[in-house]
């Protein structure tokens, strides 16, 4: 059974799916006139301004909403994925991370821009939406859509079970275990409680801890990885001829300390952008479930807001995490066993050589905050999904209950196969959402555009923020 989940694994995000991703990204950002990357300093001056909303067009702000949206994306892929992908792939691998995250600020933007603007009330009068909604709601061929939406929605629940909970738990009570001696079990009941208490409250409670949570904990990673790389700043001008040179050589080149890493442009490409959407999740429609439920009059305003998660999880952090392993020279090192290291234990080696001993304490207690935050932020997603499925709200605190479970169960569970099996589920979520947002994309472009031209109205004449919006007005009746 692993072994066919693994086959099924490596198909699934195999070649065909990464051209997907990438080709749609860039189709979208050709078709958008490349406004996301424009606007892109426009877009982080409007999460500054979103810390509030109008109080009639959603649940949360806008600020809240991007925060539970962070929560979801920053996690082990930050610390874990970029170390994997960097020994896969070679220090080529982050140069093509970061062009596929440019590439992704585009599906990111269309896919929560449709999920607000097609986004409805559910029986308790509260907001909901995401692909599901807009597959069902807007798809040109009806039947399809619906179809489209309800295999969205199903596997967007099996990934919260695994992805989204199970394996962070257990990357949580691993490194507990390994740098604190604690026990899986003691940590699991822990973070079970807490997810527990946490979940209970729905997306305000979630949206409150990640609104704080979520600037905490970047913070406190940015600097020690910008300690790591002060402190090897003489070593960085090397490390990033090293990534340029292995990113885009024709034939496989080595790498890494005594250059014991050797790979290929094709590695680089394929581990740097299928571990960049793997940490930022653009094109997998997960996020715009959560910006569906941003208290905001303007779906193409919302979109903006969402689309700089992709730019502070990888751009940022993705890239932080990848200059601190090139620039210490960790990379290519060998455990006892005389195997490479990789993941977790990497990203602590580079961490040691600045904090010592604490590296590995550091390293540890990022991944529990980066973890927690995946797992509370997902529970909304997942629930979200499910509720689309069940129709009946009263079914959802089932769901969370039977969440907060399974996060025991992943602390002191082998997750390998979990593991797999999740991977498979995210890769599944990215067929129908690029379908969905492909079909749409020329609503996308046209309303951004209107957006655009009431925007620059708006700052060279001082007019009314209600102007902005008013071609909207009529698109939540429903």
């Known amino acids: ?119 409805t009330k559910d029986e308790t009068g509260r907001f909901v939406g995401g692909p599901m909604y807009t597959l069902r709601r807007a798809f040109p061929f009806p039947r399809l859509g619906n179809a489209l939406g ?18 962070q738990s257990n990357s949580i009570a691993a490194s507990f275990r390994e740098t604190f001696g604690v026990s899986e079990a003691k940590t699991g009941l822990i973070v079970t409680i807490l997810v527990i208490l946490t979940v209970l409250g729905g997306i305000r409670s979630i949206s409150r801890l990640s609104l704080y949570l979520v600037p905490a904990m970047a913070l406190f990673y940015i600097l020690g990885a910008g300690m790591v790389i002060l402190m090897h700043l003489p070593q960085l001008p090397g490390g990033i001829v090293q990534m340029i040179r292995m ?6 080149v080595a790498g890494g300390v005594g250059g014991s890493i050797l790979v290929s ?26 910006a569906a439920a941003a208290d905001t009059d303007s779906p193409v305003r919302q979109a903006y807001i969402s689309m700089t998660g992709v730019f502070f999880d990888t751009i940022v952090i ?62 909304y997603q997942g629930e979200c999904a499910f509720g689309f499925l069940v129709k009946k709200k009263r079914y959802c605190l089932c769901y969370r209950f039977f969440y907060g479970l399974l996060t025991f169960a992943g602390a002191v569970c082998t997750l390998e196969a979990v593991w797999d099996f999740s991977d498979i589920m995210n890769g599944l979520m990215v067929i129908p959402n690029l379908l969905g947002v492909l079909a749409l994309s020329g609503t996308v472009c046209r309303e951004m555009n209107q957006y655009e031209r009431v925007r620059r109205g708006r700052d060279k004449n001082c007019a009314n923020w209600i102007k902005e919006c008013m071609f909207l007005r009529g698109r939540h009746k429903k």
């Open 318 to 379: 993705c890239s932080l995490t990848g200059l601190a392993l090139a620039a210490s020279g960790v990379l290519g090192m060998q455990d006892e066993n005389g195997e490479l290291l990789t993941g977790a234990a990497l990203t602590i080696a580079a961490f040691s050589t600045v904090f010592g001993k604490l590296g590995g304490c550091f390293v540890s207690m990022a991944i529990a905050f980066f973890a927690f935050a995946t797992i509370i932020a997902w529970e």
């Open 150 to 167: 309800s295999l969205f929605a199903a596997f967007a629940v099996l990934a919260s079970f695994g992805m989204g909970n199970m394996t």
């Open 247 to 252: 990113a885009f050589s024709a034939q496989a």
């Open 1 to 119: 059974m692993a072994e066919i989940l693994k086959r099924a694994d490596a198909l699934v995000w195999g070649p065909g799916m990464l051209a997907f991703l990438l080709g749609s990204g860039l189709f979208l950002l050709v078709r958008m006139r490349f406004l996301p990357l424009r606007n892109l300093r426009y877009a982080l001056r409007c999460v500054r301004g979103s810390a509030a909303g109008s109080g009639r067009r959603g649940e949360i702000s806008p600020a809240s909403s991007l925060a539970t949206e962070l929560a979801a994306t920053i996690g082990t892929g930050n610390i874990v994925g970029v170390a994997t992908a960097m020994v896969l792939g070679g220090p080529g691998a982050l140069p093509w991370m970061i062009l596929a995250a440019f590439a992704g600020l585009s599906t990111k933007f269309a896919e929560s821009m449709l999920s607000v603007t097609y986004r």
């Open 265 to 290: 442009m094709q590695d680089a490409m394929r581990w740097g952008v299928s571990r960049g959407v793997f940490s930022n999740e653009a094109g997998l429609g997960a996020g715009g479930i959560t």
